[in-house]
């Protein structure tokens, strides 16, 4: 009996689960590819953000959703549906992911640059200072201070460009 038992349960659980998922209904309110991409960058940059530093944003009265839904036009319900209609097709979800990480890379890239840049304007602005109270002239910095050589040629030539136009 007890076995007649362990195998009714088997079939109900293989009939049960051998049933086709059905694919979900396009939303109401569809967003574009383009749109889940910007909405996932957003929520993983302020996912990251809330995880560095949640206090910060909580004094700035920053609420992650609402920020992201308010900017979007959406509510979670929207957001939600078009997850859920994404997540049964693979390849268009795969898409949507590999663009957002894409998207995060060139934003991190940007980021790191616009820090480089920062640091290259002030160093010249340093420079700059430098030069006007000892005269330099790059052609008589010693080669051992390289970087100060180019950073003044570099900045002479950016006020070339500036005269110029």
């Known amino acids: 009996?007890?076995?007649?038992?362990?195998?009714?349960?088997?079939?109900?659980?293989?009939?049960?689960?051998?049933?086709?998922?059905?694919?979900?209904?396009?939303?109401?309110?569809?967003?574009?590819?383009?749109?889940?991409?910007?909405?996932?960058?957003?929520?993983?940059?302020?996912?990251?953000?809330?995880?560095?530093?949640?206090?910060?944003?909580?004094?700035?009265?920053?609420?992650?959703?609402?920020?992201?839904?308010?900017?979007?036009?959406?509510?979670?319900?929207?957001f939600a549906e078009n997850n859920i209609y994404y997540s049964h097709d693979l390849d268009a979800y795969n898409r949507i992911y590999d663009k957002v990480e894409d998207t995060l890379t060139f934003l991190k890239k940007k980021a790191e640059k616009g820090k480089e840049n920062k640091l290259d304007r002030k160093s010249i602005n340093k420079l700059k200072l430098k030069e006007k109270e000892l005269k330099l002239d790059p052609k008589y910095i010693s080669k051992r201070d390289s970087t100060i050589r180019e950073g003044l040629l570099k900045h002479r030539e950016l006020e070339r460009g500036k005269a110029s136009k």
């Open 1 to 78: 009996m007890r076995k007649n038992l362990y195998i009714y349960l088997f079939l109900a659980l293989v009939l049960n689960s051998c049933y086709e998922l059905e694919k979900a209904k396009k939303p109401d309110t569809f967003l574009s590819e383009q749109e889940m991409v910007n909405v996932l960058t957003e929520i993983s940059i302020l996912s990251a953000a809330k995880g560095i530093n949640k206090k910060k944003l909580e004094e700035n009265g920053v609420l992650p959703n609402d920020y992201i839904y308010t900017k979007h036009k959406i509510d979670s319900v929207i």
